[in-house]
């Protein structure tokens, strides 16, 4: 089997075969999941030839989280994936972040639909300082 169509089990990076041969894309749902946490998970700089990719999450996670740092977080979210992942629209009236500053953690849920097949579902994660 060529390395491409290797199906991993924890889903990274699954099914890269289903579009890729064909049109030299890959709308695969749970590939687009994986880009969305890389694009959030990156800090600014981080990435040597496009420094503008990322998030502010983990710049942002350090300064002592109140209701200014949550916004802030939560659209550097949105412009990230609106900047870098164009096969879905996310729907911003529905995204939200949590604070928990006993556990010192926020919990991020960005709603959004994939463009191509008009799938909804949510990215959310807990993230600990």
């Known amino acids: 089997m060529p390395f491409l169509e290797k ?5 990274w990076a699954y ?7 064909s049109k030299g894309e890959i709308w695969d749902f749970d590939v ?7 694009i959030i ?5 981080e990435r040597l030839f496009n ?8 710049q942002s996670l350090f300064e002592g989280m109140d209701e200014r740092i ?5 659209t550097s979210v949105i412009e990230g ?3 870098y992942e164009d096969r879905v629209d996310v729907d911003e009236a529905k995204c939200e972040l949590f604070i928990y500053p006993d556990e010192n953690s ?12 008009g799938r909804e579902s949510v990215w959310e994660k807990k993230i600990y300082t």
């Not at 949550?70 to 939560?74: A, K």
């Open 51 to 58: 420094s503008r990719f990322g998030t502010r999450v983990f």
């Open 81 to 83: 994936i609106k900047e």
């Open 15 to 21: 099914d890269l075969d289903k579009n890729f041969k």
């Open 106 to 117: 926020v919990v991020i849920k960005i709603p959004y639909t994939v463009t191509r097949s």
């Open 32 to 38: 687009i999941s994986q880009s969305i946490e890389l």
């Open 7 to 11: 199906k991993y089990e924890d889903k």
């Open 70 to 74: 949550g916004e802030e977080i939560l």
């Open 41 to 45: 998970g990156t800090i600014f700089g």
